[in-house]
């Protein structure tokens, strides 16, 4: 039995994530001469090889062809397996050849074929050697040839041919003659059993001398075991007792008559057929052996029915002590479940169980699988080729090296004992929503000029500041007050402007004085009869409401009137606020005696009313307007040769938070991209010197919400921002006391917080920011980078726009590092300066050095390229999509630019295999996410569904050839839009972009009042999250684990909308 606990917390990665230094130590001995690399199983012995064929990538292009490099492996299963390794990081051209390929009936002309163009060939030594024999290949073409498992070179065998029969004649008699380099691998160097140890040195100095090589090794096992894990082995004892006289009595008497059987059977198999060569006898060899099969399992059913119907019934491990009693158990196989159950407290369960009979491996499957204490694993049985095909194998074996037969058990295992429960909560009430008001479209036009004398803007402002007062306050008391204020006010034609209503197109003079009257309060009055009121048969009886509000009426016999409460006035800015308030009637209206009334504004029709309760929203959108306005003149002349809607500067000041149809949130997002790009390429121009994370700190001083507030402050910016819904009940009425003098006075409340003490508000200083940033979108988008970068000039920016890339005195035979050819073909994009991008593509942990010159390193190049396609897909999709909501805006680029998009175009378009490192931890992240690509890819999440552990340099790799190809073409954007739409295409769109789940989650729970509620564990650098949503009396819980928290919670929301979304009925 040999077995592994994945759950076993994980080795160390070495901190300078480099290469290993005996890989390195084992590529440097290849290099320089033949080697054989004898290390252990899990050293890195691929990884060894993969640098060699790299090292050699150039002289396999710059030879005359044909020449090409050789992988021979054992056997077949190793031909694909080994192809697909060189292929996914290198980028040299492979093909890979076995003999179910018919490659034994080829001719020159079809290896000519087959081999033209290719740089590694992967194949079993035979075909190699066969190939040779009849001069298709000729050893001179081979410039690498590598012997993996090398310890099979003895004897006879293909390998041992190919050396002895080519290798070895031309090394003797044409030493002058080009041979290839050998490079051997193996995990044991000697093939043989039963040696005695003086004859190791022998075998190992053979093996040397065939293969023409030295032997590279590690001297001792400590120091590889900081790398790989090393087995423990463990001895456990059980006692080989017979089975208990009673039950071998029963099963061998059954095994008899089985037997007997059988025998009976197979005489009248042989009786019923002709037997001579050649005759088929499947379908009745077919029914036979099924007619059997049926009498074994009666049999055997009976007889086991009778030795259970002796006892109690019970399942084999709910009590071992009785299992061995009873003999339905061995001792062996008591040890081995007692054994295997010491594992299960580890989570990701590994456990491999070698066994010398198929059967007994089908009946350790059945067995295993059917103990409860054994219930959270899944066991599988793997036979030979007759039992099982070979698809089949690689299904099982897969399932067993990610876990995931095991994962799916234990979802159901946690459904099963009720770990997903449900829950109660009270019902919400949901409020009826309003009908909504038809909107309409009203032209205006200039009219002309009107001239008032002194009595009449009098008047007029007296009819707007009593009908203002009323359908803003409701109350006629501070009607009242304001209205004799007003009369008590300096007789002062002066007025901002007056709101009259107008009949046929002319003031209504008639309403305006009676309705700009004193209030009239008649009392005692004759009012039985009024011209205005209708007869009706309603009578109010005098011991009715207004007896039990003890009220006395002077006139018992007066008629009602049927009032209706004032329409109360709105913010009609403020976004899904065009509503209309519900029709009244008589049926609904309030019923009141007449001398219990005020006549405040007669006469006045309802109309004119409502039409008024629109004035503050209109005249506050007019005000707004007005200060956008004085806002670009008060940025000074320079900024006056730029031509700005005033509506897209108000839309920059507008905050989310004022609830209106537009606001900053879109140019905000398009300003910040721009604001970051100048900088970034400020700062990469300036200092060239200077590395990525400086870069990126002088960045965030130079941007930081707190140097844009500060800015903000500096200009007198700060009071034009709204960072508040418009309130109707605190507009100031103009004529009303309106205050003309003075102004607002920023005053610093806290470090993130600023106030204007005349308005009484208070400002965060991050929104402060934001609108900064939202006006320098707005003035570039409507005066493009030049607009913008003048503005933010305007501002005090010490920012430097550089049109002229940076002088360049390093260049290097790129040819000698990359497949420069290859990679401008896939970018559309040839190079002035390859030396960019060598730089772009080398990693962190590898120098190249050539002639002692050391190129630049890839984060300088990441961190200009980050700003620049951030920029670039931010202004594509916010011009692409003019309508789309801010919301969508933030979603589209989201999904464009991402790390896991980044790394899926990377390993798309083969970039992956053409960067430079040296890294063991960065090969083995490589190797796992390219070995799950395939199955991942699902839409724009690229690869977080599928938890996969994303290398982060494939992200960073488009970044940094964004970058090379920014400096190198002069700072040109549209050059770097086209050749990253290459790689990154398909780009989301609004029809095919998927909603995050965590947004998604929030939004569908907020519409229905629903609490969420997310819990995060890390255990082993493994994120687990619960997401629970309370619902109307059920909880919907889900658990789910992830490389990173952020995935993690990105897999629990999404499997708890799902539920949701099916309890519901929805898609």
Request: proline share 4%.
């Amino acid at each position: 039995m040999a077995g592994s606990a994945a759950a076993a917390p994980p080795e160390e990665e070495d901190p300078q994530t480099l290469a290993r230094w005996y890989q390195l130590e084992a590529l440097e001995r290849a290099v320089a001469g033949n080697t054989v690399a004898f290390l252990e199983t899990g050293a890195g012995k691929t990884l060894i090889a993969v640098l060699l064929l790299r090292a050699y990538a150039h002289r396999l292009r710059s030879a005359p062809p044909p020449s090409f490099a050789v992988f021979l492996v054992p056997t077949v299963v190793l031909v694909s397996q080994q192809a697909r390794v060189i292929e996914a990081h290198t980028d040299l051209r492979v093909d890979q050849f076995y003999g179910e390929m018919g490659v034994d009936l080829w001719r020159a002309d079809t290896w000519r074929a087959a081999v033209d163009g290719a740089e590694v060939l992967v194949m079993t030594p035979q075909i190699l050697l066969d190939n040779l024999r009849h001069s298709f290949f000729r050893l001179r073409d081979i410039a690498l040839l590598i012997f993996d498992e090398c310890h099979h070179a003895n004897g006879n065998s293909p390998y041992a041919r190919i050396l002895k029969e080519f290798y070895h004649p031309q090394l003797n008699s044409r030493p002058s003659d080009p041979i290839p380099r050998i490079f051997g691998m193996t995990a044991s160097l000697i093939n043989s059993k039963g040696l005695q140890r003086a004859s190791y040195s022998v075998k190992i100095s053979d093996l040397e001398n065939l293969m023409n090589a030295k032997v590279y090794t590690v001297d001792s096992e400590s120091a590889l075991s900081q790398y790989i894990p090393f087995a423990k082995t463990r001895i456990v004892q059980y006692d080989d007792s017979s089975i208990p006289s009673e039950l071998y009595s029963h099963t061998t008497g059954c095994l008899k008559k089985l037997e007997a059987k059988a025998a009976e059977v197979l005489q009248t198999y042989k009786e019923s057929c002709l037997s001579f060569w050649g005759e088929k006898l499947d379908e009745k060899a077919e029914g036979f052996v099924r007619n059997y099969a049926k009498d074994v399992y009666n049999d055997l059913s009976e007889t086991i029915s009778k030795m259970t119907e002796r006892g109690t019934q019970r399942h084999i491990g709910e009590d071992f002590a009785a299992d061995l009693q009873d003999g339905l158990l061995t001792s062996k196989v008591h040890f081995l479940i007692k054994s295997l159950l010491e594992y299960r407290h580890m989570q990701d369960l590994r456990c491999i169980l070698f066994v010398e009979r198929v059967i007994t491996s089908i009946v350790l499957e059945s067995l295993l699988s059917t103990i409860h204490q054994m219930s959270g694993w899944t066991v599988r049985y793997m036979a030979g080729s007759q039992q099982q095909c070979r698809n089949k194998h690689m299904e099982i074996i897969d399932s067993f090296r990610r876990g995931k037969v095991v994962c799916l058990k234990a979802c159901r295992e946690l459904h099963a004992i009720g770990a997903l429960t449900d829950a109660l909560l009270p019902e919400l009430t949901v409020l009826e929503d309003e009908p909504d008001i038809d909107y309409v479209t009203v032209t205006m036009r200039y009219v002309g000029i009107i001239h008032l004398n002194q009595e009449q803007v009098i008047v007029a402002r007296r009819f707007q500041t009593t009908i203002l007062s009323l359908i803003i306050s409701n109350d006629h008391l501070e009607v009242g007050d304001s209205i004799k204020n007003l009369l008590e006010m300096p007789v002062s034609p002066g007025v901002v402007y007056l709101l009259l209503p107008v009949v046929a197109g002319k003031i209504d003079w008639c309403s305006i004085k009676f309705s700009a009257s004193p209030m009239l309060e008649a009392t005692n009055k004759d009012i039985r009869r009024c011209h205005s009121c209708k007869d009706t048969d309603f009578v109010q009886t005098k011991d009715g409401p207004l007896c039990r509000h003890g009220l006395d009426l002077t006139c018992e016999d007066q008629p009602l009137l049927a009032a209706s409460k004032i329409l109360k006035v709105r913010n009609f800015l403020q976004k899904g606020n065009c509503q209309k308030p519900k029709e009244t009637s008589n049926r609904n209206a309030v019923e009141l005696p007449p001398e219990l009334c005020i006549v405040v504004m007669s006469p006045l029709s309802a109309h004119t009313l409502y039409s008024f309760s629109f004035i503050p929203s209109i005249m506050y959108r007019i005000q707004c307007m007005l200060l956008s306005v004085k806002l670009k003149s008060q940025l000074g002349p320079i900024m006056q040769q730029f031509d700005i809607p005033s509506l897209k500067i108000l839309e920059a000041l507008t905050t989310k938070k004022c609830q209106e149809e537009f606001s900053q949130e879109s140019l905000e997002t398009l300003g910040d991209s721009f604001l970051k790009y100048i900088a970034t390429q400020h700062l990469f121009s300036k200092y060239k010197h200077q590395h990525e994370g400086m870069l990126t700190k002088m960045k965030k001083n130079l941007i930081s919400n707190a140097a844009l507030c500060q800015l903000a402050c500096s200009n007198n910016l700060v009071g034009y921002i709204r960072s508040e819904p418009f309130n109707p009940e605190t507009w100031i009425i103009p004529g009303l006391g309106y205050d003309t003098c003075g102004s607002s006075k920023i005053v610093i409340q806290s470090p993130n917080m600023y106030s204007l003490r005349k308005l009484k508000l208070s400002i965060k200083s991050k929104r402060i920011a934001d609108s900064v940033e939202a006006l320098i979108g707005a003035y570039l988008s409507a005066a493009g980078e030049q607009g913008a970068y003048v503005f933010m000039k305007s501002l005090g920016m010490d920012i430097e726009f550089h049109n002229m890339p940076i002088e360049r005195k390093v260049t290097i035979k790129s040819e000698v590092f990359i497949n420069r050819r290859s990679l401008e073909e896939m970018l559309g994009y040839d190079f002035n300066d390859p030396s960019l991008l060598v730089e772009a593509l080398t990693h962190g942990d590898i120098m190249l050095m050539h002639n002692g010159i050391c190129p630049g390193m890839i984060q300088r190049l990441e961190f200009l390229g980050d700003a620049v396609l951030d920029h670039i897909f931010t202004d594509y999709f916010y011009h692409q999509y003019p309508e789309c909501t801010p919301e969508l805006l933030t979603d589209l680029r989201s999904a464009s630019v991402n790390n896991y998009c980044y790394a899926h175009a990377a390993v798309k378009a083969g970039l992956h295999k053409h960067i430079l490192h040296l890294s063991s931890a960065l090969y083995r992240r490589m190797a796992d996410y390219l070995d799950t690509f395939k199955q991942s890819f699902s839409g724009p999440s690229y690869g977080w569904e599928a938890g996969i552990g994303l290398p982060k340099v494939l992200g960073d790799v488009i970044e940094s050839i964004a970058g090379a190809i920014y400096v190198d073409s002069k700072c040109d954007k549209e050059i770097v839009w086209r050749s990253m739409k290459r790689l990154l295409e398909p780009l989301a769109t609004p029809d095919t972009l998927e909603m995050d789940p965590v947004k998604e989650l929030h939004e569908f729970c907020a519409s229905r009042a629903y609490s969420i509620m997310y819990t995060v564990t890390h255990d082993n650098r493994v994120s687990s999250v619960v997401a629970e949503v309370q619902t109307k009396g059920t909880a919907y819980k889900a658990t789910q684990t992830g490389i990173t928290k952020d995935d993690a919670k990105k897999l629990a929301a999404k499997a708890v909308l799902q539920d949701m979304k099916a309890a519901d009925g929805m898609k």
